[in-house]
């Protein structure tokens, strides 16, 4: 079963695919043992993320280990078409395009929430809030979620007393969040960036909102392109450590009148708002590059405006009732994905190393509690060697003297 936007996308796809594949050797690693182990065997799987070749990458691991995969997307932009295509071609049931309305969307996630899946993999807790709310069944073993988004809501559904079956929180491990978060989206956000407007990134004045792992990877590499970057942020220890960086860090309400291109990374709402817009230079930009489209005050600006034009494809004009115009990237959704292909197939083999690998765990270890856990460090470690393994780089071992030497409290010097 599939409903894609064009089936005959396939063979392109494919090749895509095979594309992502040959930059993501820890996650072929795993799905060379697990296609001979079958460790899902018969596990139905309903997952919702984002429909790229990356993520075609763990959806063939998934289905080689032994699993029936369902597929939607996350997010109404990020669909690539032909990965859809090829993946349904390869009996993978997926039920994702670009450009969903969101009855679409929200369809499409109810779909695969319906199959009365064993195991729930979500990014951005959607599909975890969905089967909670309406299609819960005792079948379901457990869940994973990849983002800390969903991971916020998930500690909030346990905290309440709701969850109803134990999951992983692959957003926490630390092959996951150190990497796909900072280098991931520091370097995919500002692709969106680039493949939407073609500026210039030296000498610009960036803001980005948010000091999290996403936001300090954007600061770092926008600032490597040559923009002076400003931070804003309501956390004084991630404030201090952006200034410590050498940073900028005001109020928004300040930053809002320098900056030429802001950045929201920070998984709250209207981070950005119609007042702040309205003080902002004629041409700014405006990009969110967090899970959902709340960061910007969108609404606001479409009701405010005077005008909207397209520009060019995920760019849009709004004449402001002052005479300005700001430029709002792919509707406020996360740019990355939205204007570009999300982050590159190197990192997401991190992230999908932990998903596989945490899969599998949840199903050898049946007696988890209705909770959230994090990421095994021996998966995490796992997933680290492997990685460098692939990439041909060895480190060192600690001596004998040294174990011995790292457990003692006695001496000190
Ligand atoms: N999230 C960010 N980038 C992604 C990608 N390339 N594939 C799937 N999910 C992502």
Redesign the pocket.
């Known amino acids: 079963m599939y409903k894609v936007k064009d089936i005959s996308l396939a063979e392109q796809g494919s090749r895509q695919i095979e594309w992502a594949e040959l930059h993501m050797q820890t996650l072929m690693k795993i799905r060379e043992r697990m296609s001979k182990e079958k460790p899902l065997l018969g596990i139905k799987i309903s997952a919702v993320?984002?429909v790229?070749?990356?993520?075609a990458v763990l959806m063939r691991t998934l289905h080689n280990a032994g699993a029936e995969v369902y597929l939607a997307g996350s997010n109404p932009l990020?669909t690539q078409d032909d990965v859809a295509a090829a993946l349904a071609q390869d009996g993978i049931n997926v039920f994702a395009w670009k450009g969903e309305n969101e009855k679409e969307y929200y369809d499409a996630i109810e779909t695969v929430a319906k199959i009365s899946p064993n195991l729930v993999m979500d990014?951005g807790g959607d599909l975890h809030a969905l089967i909670h709310d309406k299609f819960y069944s005792p079948n379901i073993i457990g869940g994973t979620e990849?983002t800390t988004t969903g991971v916020v809501r998930l500690k909030a559904m346990e905290e309440s007393g709701v969850l109803k079956y134990p999951v992983i929180a692959v957003n926490n491990a630390f092959t996951k969040y150190l990497f796909?978060n900072r280098f991931?989206?520091g370097q995919?956000a500002i692709d969106g960036i680039l493949r939407a407007t073609n500026i210039m990134i030296a000498g610009k004045v960036v803001v980005v909102s948010g000091y999290g792992w996403v936001g300090r990877g954007i600061a770092s590499r926008m600032r490597g392109m040559g923009a002076r970057v400003i931070v804003t942020e309501v956390s004084p220890v991630r404030a201090l450590e952006a200034v410590m960086e050498g940073f900028e860090v005001m109020p928004i309400r300040e930053a809002s009148k320098i900056g030429d291109i802001f950045v929201t990374t920070t998984g709250n709402i209207n981070v950005i708002s119609v007042d702040d817009i309205m003080q902002m230079k004629d041409g700014a930009i405006l990009a969110n590059a967090g899970h959902f489209n709340v960061e910007i005050d969108v609404e606001g600006l479409k009701r405010a405006s005077k005008n909207v034009r397209n520009i060019r494809p995920f760019t849009d004009e709004y004449l402001l009732p002052n005479g300005k115009r700001v430029y709002l990237l792919a509707d406020g959704r996360l740019v990355?994905?939205a204007a570009a292909?999300?982050?590159?197939?190197e990192v997401?083999d991190l992230?999908f190393a932990n998903q596989a690998l945490s899969a599998e765990y949840i199903v050898r270890n049946r007696n988890l509690k209705k909770a959230v856990y994090n990421v095994p460090d021996e998966i995490d470690n796992q997933v680290a060697e492997l990685k460098l393994s692939v990439m041909g780089i060895k480190i060192d071992q600690m001596t004998q003297q040294q174990k011995e030497y790292s457990k003692q409290w006695k001496y000190g010097t």
Do not use: A
């Open positions: 993320l984002h790229t070749k990356e993520t990020s990014d990849e796909d991931g989206t995919s990355n994905l292909e999300g982050h590159p197939s997401m992230s």
